[in-house]
């Protein structure tokens, strides 16, 4: 092939051996298209964005939330209040205001789960898609190596590898989640890269001499992203309830973070006496974890062309 026919296929002229990437082009777009009306209409989904918006504002700007209320300003004679009309939740073991301790909690719970989401599809993207795309004894290589880690399950790997942390925060909690679940997206991004990369226009640039690399990048995994997006949107309210259950147990986060795993590990000695203090952060770990799992559901069903 001459360049001048090399620089006409790579425009993806009418007539050319790359028509099949721009026809598929065309079906992604038509494919997002069809899942954002469908969305639109879909009521879990917009209960699970508005309260996904709002756990974002109260992380980025959550002295707005809390009444420019302090959560570390606290009082011992003030000590596991009932809720008032001063104290909304009420007071802690501590004194200090409950509700702004809760507000709070959203910062850490939003950050350890969209870090470990963002950990997990960087180790499950890159392996999943070297594995799909080379096939043969690499592919084989690393699932026997995904398999290891999927026989041990994720609070149990984290628990055991927070164990022997000498200092767990934020990062390390997200580091662990992040070392034994990132399986689940490998699995999905190999499974499409294996049925994409059979595709007419994949073909066609590996028939120009396109590099591996350009290839995964620019014409395999951005067609691949359907069921990591919805994987995505799960994972991040699956790893805000492992990191509330790791504190809940005492190996997640160390004191003086703010966490409503904590809140609720510190409350549950007090529960016969002052309820509150783990009903509140549990009602809002329970609604943001609902809320990332509806938006999910929503996603996955609107993206599948089977659905009307």
């Not at 992380?59 to 939330?65: D, S, T």
Request: with cysteine; charged share 10%.
């Amino acid at each position: 092939m001459t360049s001048d026919a090399q620089h006409a296929a790579a425009e993806g002229e009418p007539g050319n051996v790359v028509t099949g990437e721009a026809q598929d082009l065309v079906g992604q777009a038509s494919l997002w298209g069809n899942a954002w009306k469908k969305l639109r209409r879909s009521a879990f989904f917009w209960f699970g964005a508005v309260i996904t918006l709002v756990l974002v504002l109260m992380a980025v700007v959550p002295q707005l939330f809390a009444r420019g209320i302090d959560p570390r300003d606290c009082t011992l004679t003030n000590t596991r209040l009932k809720p008032s009309a001063e104290h909304w939740f009420g007071t802690d073991l501590q004194g200090c205001d409950y509700y702004a301790n809760v507000i709070y909690g959203a910062r850490i719970s939003l950050t350890i789960g969209l870090l470990a989401v963002i950990g997990v599809l960087i180790v499950g993207v890159l392996i999943g898609a070297l594995a799909g795309y080379f096939g043969g004894f690499l592919d084989s290589l690393l699932a026997r190596f995904t398999d290891i880690f999927f026989g041990i399950p994720l609070l149990l790997g984290a628990l055991v590898l927070l164990t022997v942390t000498s200092e767990r925060t934020v990062v390390t909690v997200a580091l662990a989640l992040v070392a034994f679940g990132w399986m689940t997206a490998m699995r999905l991004v190999r499974s499409s890269v294996i049925s994409i990369k059979q595709s007419e226009y994949v073909q066609a640039a590996q028939a120009l001499g396109a590099s591996t690399y350009r290839i995964l990048v620019r014409h395999i995994l951005p067609n691949a992203l359907a069921p990591v997006l919805v994987y995505a949107t799960i994972a991040v309210g699956t790893f805000i309830a492992a990191e509330a259950t790791l504190s809940y147990l005492g190996i997640g986060l160390q004191l003086p973070a703010i966490s409503w795993g904590l809140q609720i590990n510190l409350g549950q000695n007090y529960i016969s006496t002052s309820p509150h203090l783990v009903l509140f952060p549990a009602a809002f770990l329970s609604v943001t974890v609902l809320a990332f799992i509806l938006m999910g559901d929503a996603l996955r069903d609107a993206l599948d062309p089977k659905r009307s």
